[in-house]
Each structure stands twice: as C-alpha cells, then as structure tokens.
C-alpha cells in the first residue's frame, strides 16, 4: 500500500474542506457523494466509499478478474488521502472490487 498514486492535494484539499464543514461523518458522506463519482455513506464512526466501476490505470481495461494484490494501491491512495482529511491515521479494508467479481468497489475507512 505504501508505494500507491498519490491523490493531488487540490483533491485532499477539497474533500477536507467538506469535512471540516460537516456536523458529522454522516453529512461528509453526503457532500462528498455530490462531489465525486464515489457514494459514501457512514455507520457510526465508519465511513465507506464505493466506485461503480475500476479507477485504477494499471487494471481498468482488464476485463478478466484478478488478484486482490492490484487493488493494494488503491487501498494506499486512500489511506494516504484518509489521514490527511481525517488528520489521524486510518485503517481500510476492500470489501468488495470490480477486479475481483463483485459489481463495485467498496472500501471501508476507520479512524484507529
């Protein structure tokens, strides 16, 4: 995970911006789901991200399914993105992926 993309800061920078605005975790799902092709919702103080369809350069063309390792870099970007938005460290786990069979990719994000 550590060797992941890195999201631009302009993009940390606005999700940021909409948690600090937020009441609770349960709002920034909301303005963050306007705000980017992701959805996210929050149960309790866990919030989770879902993408329709596989962002990922390196595998978004493959149309076979493909080892859970691929989707590492994904799991980094977003820790790396959740500790700077959230200002603490995190822990993510992918509950589902495109590149493994299921119809989304769902990652979930715990404050730890």
């Known amino acids: ?11 940390m920078k ?7 605005k937020s009441d609770n975790l349960q709002d920034y ?3 963050a789901s306007n705000e980017t092709p992701a959805k996210f919702w929050a149960e309790g103080s866990t ?7 596989c962002y990922c350069s390196d595998v978004k063309h493959t149309v076979e399914t493909m ?9 980094g970007y977003t820790r790396y993105m959740y500790e700077y938005i959230f200002d603490c460290r995190v822990k993510v786990e992918l509950l589902e992926s495109v590149k493994l069979g ?3 990719c769902v ?6």
């Open 29 to 31: 799902a909301i303005l």
């Open 14 to 20: 606005k999700l940021k911006d909409l948690y600090s």
């Open 47 to 53: 919030l989770y991200m879902s993408y329709p369809e």
């Open 102 to 104: 299921n119809h989304r």
């Open 1 to 11: 995970m550590d060797c992941c993309c890195k999201p631009s800061m302009l993009h």
């Open 67 to 75: 080892s859970k390792s691929w989707c590492l870099c994904t799991l």
């Open 107 to 112: 990652i979930k994000i715990e404050s730890i």
